[in-house]
């Protein structure tokens, strides 16, 4: 493997699609638990969903025909012949010219195909004075219009979002099957680097701001995590501390000594684990900030390397770690991105043969958002803080001149 032979953002991607195996590790877990996890079953209706047809208004049930040609002037007169209790099935039917009260949510009695609002109607005794003429199948939900029996409700492989946990509560599902959670492993490197929770700190010591973004953005796309105290820069140390997470975890993420110092141990460490087959695939990605980034795959694990500078780190993590991890966990296709259109504040060179990330703070001007670069070193946490997403600047252009429309990436 040689150094920083830079590969594109693209066959990066491709290249973590076509190794990177989904996991087989599947559990049952109660419905209430399941929010997040990918879905390991395909779902079909058990039963037509609704199971009866009903009333999405309060109003009268009515045989739409009955209607025809009513209008405020020429209302049509119908008998009432009593009401829909909620909750409770209808054994009588209506005839034409005949109507019944029905609540929202009501069951709609045999020869009814339709209801009328309450506003559009007067009661006269028994007698309902309908104002407007209505369409077959207005203002009702019919039985198996969500889904009928035997109807795939939602494939394997997706992320289950409330309205999924929704769809499944309809359907009488206690528990589902669903991939096993992920176990990220986290291992931050670096002698300079001392726990955040120190108060004060030794000149040339950095405290550990990757140790916190990192497992906090893995914790909020629904993966567990599992941290290790700081690598030094020994091998022993960092072997060891390595060796046990990548055993215990899914996936082994390690932040600095990805670039090619002489006290970067990083990439031996990799190639210590497991079997170290395929090892290291990419040591360099076109992209900036983040180019040191290392990505292996060893005894069928992935071993994600990004860069020790905060920005870099996270933006990789971003980027790569969130397609890595959907990847591993099974997910059928990432989930949507946040995105938001901006025009840009001013012209951002790009050197052509390298994707650039952006940092951008959006800001909303006569309803459209302006994207002002937060300009600054990768090195810097408050760029970070400064800025809502990532302008990307595709590899083949050379920049975005002041005035463009262009699509901002946002920082879920
Ligand atoms: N000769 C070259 N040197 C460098 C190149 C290059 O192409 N050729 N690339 C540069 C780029 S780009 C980056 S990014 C960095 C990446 O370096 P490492 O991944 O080896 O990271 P470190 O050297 O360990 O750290 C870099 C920087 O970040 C600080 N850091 C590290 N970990 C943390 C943490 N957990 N929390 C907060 N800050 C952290 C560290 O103290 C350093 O200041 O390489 C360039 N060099
Ligand atoms: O590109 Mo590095 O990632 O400068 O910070």
Known sequence: MKFFRVQSVENVM????TEIQPTTKVE????????????????????????????VVDGYAVNSKDTFGASETLPAFLDCIGEVKMG??????????????????????????????????????????????VARNENIIS??????????????????????????????KTSVTVKKQLTVGYLSSGDEIVPFQEKVIPVGKVRDVNGITIPSL?????????????????????????????????????SGGSSVGTRDYTTEVIESLGDNEPGILVHGISIKPGKPTIFSMSSGKPILGLPGHPASAMIIFQLFGKKLLSLLQGEAKEGVKHTATAVVSQNIPSAPGRTDFIRVKLQEENGQYIAIPVLGKSGLVKTLVDSDGLLE????????????????????
């Open 14 to 17: 491709r290249l973590m699609e």
């Open 28 to 55: 049952e877990i109660p419905l209430q638990a399941c929010l997040h996890r990918i879905l390991a079953e395909d779902v079909t209706a058990t039963e037509d969903v609704p199971s009866f047809t009903r009333s």
């Open 88 to 133: 409770k099935s209808i054994e009588r039917s209506l005839e034409r010219g005949q109507t019944m009260y029905i609540p929202t949510g009501g069951m709609l009695p045999q020869g009814s195909d339709s209801v009328v609002m309450i506003e559009d109607c007067e009661a006269m005794e028994d007698v309902i004075n309908v104002y407007r003429t």
């Open 143 to 172: 039985r198996g219009e969500d889904a009928r029996l035997g109807d795939l409700l939602i494939p394997k492989g997706k992320r289950l979002r409330p309205q999924e946990l929704g769809a499944l509560a309809s359907l009488g």
């Open 218 to 254: 893995a914790e909020g796309w629904g993966f567990k995590v599992k941290t290790a105290s700081i690598a030094r820069d020994e091998f022993d140390d960092f072997y060891e501390k390595a060796k046990s997470l990548y055993e215990e975890c899914d996936v082994l993420v390690i």
């Open 393 to 412: 600047i595709a590899e083949h252009k050379e920049g975005v001149n002041k005035g463009d429309s262009v699509t901002v990436h946002l920082f879920s």
